[in-house]
């Protein structure tokens, strides 16, 4: 069966510095997404990307975050001048349309 | 405000013992109702989608129902493998494909 593949599988960085998570969304599917969970928390959403461009964002995903689809195959989140409060699993989703969304199984994100 | 409640936070059964995991949801206009499973160090794994007041899914033990304010996640006669966190999701409001999450249940089953 088809998945959505992440990588790294953790990633430890210091803070300040910048970071760029992976996903390959299962082929077929149009709609790309970003969530997090912070340890013990809800899992949120940053983004969503259709066509080559952010659908819609929350609150969350602000100057410091960007996606881009750099190829018919890859989906990144790039975070720039991490933070301490950015630790947390990032999960990329994709879905057909009108479809349930499926998940990787995340990045874990270590600020150091 | 769009709202996803899970409850119990964590429930421990006897292997054999059903029970059900309730979620309860406000949003303008539901345009699904998702119910994941999240493994330990994994990503939601998806079981089930209902739209409608009065649908209902079943997959091996797990039985999915919804009414016009909350969502059961019925599980008969559970096995040690079913251990997990269920997560319930709802669409966001009209016109966005957001998942919205509950805080989801901690579901633990002994042999």
């Known amino acids: 069966e088809p998945e959505v593949t992440q990588t790294p599988s953790h990633q430890v960085t210091q803070m300040g510095q910048e970071v760029i998570l992976r996903c390959v969304p299962i082929s077929n599917h149009l709609y790309f997404y970003w969530y997090r969970q912070i340890l013990g928390q809800k899992v949120e959403f940053l983004v969503s990307f259709y066509n080559n461009e952010i659908s819609e964002k929350s609150e969350i995903f602000d100057d410091q975050f960007s996606v881009e689809r750099p190829d018919g195959s890859n989906f990144t989140l790039k975070i720039r001048s991490t933070k301490l409060e950015d630790s947390a699993m990032y999960f990329c989703?994709?879905?057909?349309?009108?479809?349930?969304?499926?998940f990787g199984d995340g990045t874990r994100l270590s600020i150091l | 405000e769009d709202q996803v409640t899970q409850s119990p936070e964590a429930l421990r059964l006897q292997e054999g013992e059903s029970s059900s995991l309730n979620c309860s949801y406000t949003v303008s206009g539901l345009r699904g109702l998702f119910w994941y499973r999240q493994d330990p160090g994994k990503g939601p794994e998806f079981l089930f989608t209902l739209y409608s007041a009065g649908e209902e899914k079943e997959k091996e033990r797990l039985k999915a129902t919804l009414t016009k304010k909350e969502s059961f996640l019925h599980i008969t006669a559970p096995k040690p493998e079913d251990s997990a966190t269920y997560l319930c999701?709802?669409?966001?409001?009209?016109?966005?494909?957001?998942?919205?999450f509950g805080t989801g249940t901690r579901l633990q089953v002994f042999p």
């Open positions: 999701a709802v669409h966001g409001p009209y016109n966005t494909d957001k998942l919205i």
């Open positions: 989703a994709s879905s057909p349309i009108d479809q349930p969304q499926h």
